[in-house]
């Protein structure tokens, strides 16, 4: 259970150096274009 945890935590960790690798700006961006376009399809 313990080992879980800190399996998660590292993922975690990785994938948060990994935006900040990338550029978090490009990646908000596309999040909100990809939201935009889901609530137009909804309309």
């Given at each position: 259970?313990?080992?879980e945890k800190a399996i998660a935590m590292t993922s975690f960790n990785?994938?948060?150096e990994?935006?900040?690798a990338?550029?978090?700006r490009i990646?908000?961006?596309t999040d909100?274009?990809?939201q935009k376009?889901?609530?137009l399809?909804?309309?």
């Open positions: 259970m313990l080992e990785s994938n948060i990994f935006l900040k990338s550029n978090i990646h908000f961006i909100l274009t990809d376009e889901r609530i399809k909804l309309l």
